[in-house]
């Protein structure tokens, strides 16, 4: 399956807002009051230092081809503004030179009218201190038009599932692990997507008079993205007692389903 054109009209759907996975790629299209919207989650810049550090392995840098397939898809889709669901870096504390300098190169390759927003996310730190150019918003979320936006590491801000059709986070890595009939076996990385349910929220006071927690008829579509970084590991979500990162999952979403990047429809996560 071929990418959009830069030009072409992203589709609407009465169970999604104007959101389009872009085909093969762990990013979508969006439609935010007349702008173009890209969206990206956990880039994780810097994450072979961590390996590293974490578990004594060396793993050579992938920086630079991980800008290039940003910047690539960049090109490709022609976005008004790149919206980053979170953990853009991946040191948790203050990134050393290497992730620093990975950010830093980064943002001067892409385009200099690309407006760019950061759904800060658990692994950022202190970035709004030191990154130029990017407008840092909180991890917990914000609303922008009908889209609801947040990392995924903590709870949503209320703001973000009011008034919206659909809710993107990132944060958890979700992925499959497949199996064929003489035991071979891969991990895929994949989207979930769904609908938030009262489930996981009813308990807590700050989302008290969501209209969806009593009409589920109204209940904002859920998109977890899967992680840009293909280092990052993640959840895999159809495998029994494996449990999810996010605090409002599994219990938050459902009728949930698994997508490849290619589209390929999985079905019920649960089940696969």
Not at 190 to 212: I, N
Request: glycine letters at 12%.
């Amino acid at each position: 399956m071929s990418p959009p054109p830069a030009d072409a009209p992203v589709r609407e759907s009465a169970y999604t807002p104007p959101l389009e996975p872009v085909p093969d790629e762990p990013a979508a299209l969006a439609r935010v009051e007349g702008e173009r919207v890209l969206l990206i989650a956990d880039y994780h810049a810097g994450i072979e230092v961590g390996i590293r550090t974490e578990r004594g392995v060396t793993v050579p840098s992938r920086a630079e081809a991980r800008r290039e397939r940003l910047v690539s898809l960049v090109e490709r889709t022609a976005p008004d503004r790149l919206v980053i669901l979170g953990d853009l870096m991946h040191a948790i504390g203050d990134p050393g030179g290497a992730e620093r300098g990975e950010l830093e190169v980064l943002f001067e390759t892409l385009p200099a009218g690309l407006e760019t927003t950061l759904v800060k996310g658990n692994h950022d730190g202190n970035i709004e201190s030191w990154l130029e150019g990017v407008e840092v918003v909180a991890g917990s979320g914000v609303r922008l038009g009908r889209l609801g936006v947040c990392h995924g590491h903590t709870w949503p801000d209320p703001d973000a599932l009011t008034g919206v059709d659909v809710v993107c986070f990132g944060h958890e890595h979700p992925c499959v692990r497949l199996e064929d009939d003489v035991g071979g076996a891969r991990i895929e990385r994949v989207w979930l997507r769904g609908r938030l349910a009262a489930d996981g929220f009813t308990d807590r006071e700050a989302y008290t008079g969501l209209e969806w927690l009593t009409d589920p008829s109204a209940a904002p579509a859920a998109v977890c993205v899967p992680a840009f970084n293909d280092l990052a590991g993640g959840t895999w979500v159809n495998l029994s007692g494996q449990s999810f990162l996010s605090p409002f999952l599994p219990a938050g979403i459902t009728g949930a389903e698994a997508y490849l990047l290619d589209g390929t429809r999985l079905g019920p996560y649960r089940s696969i």
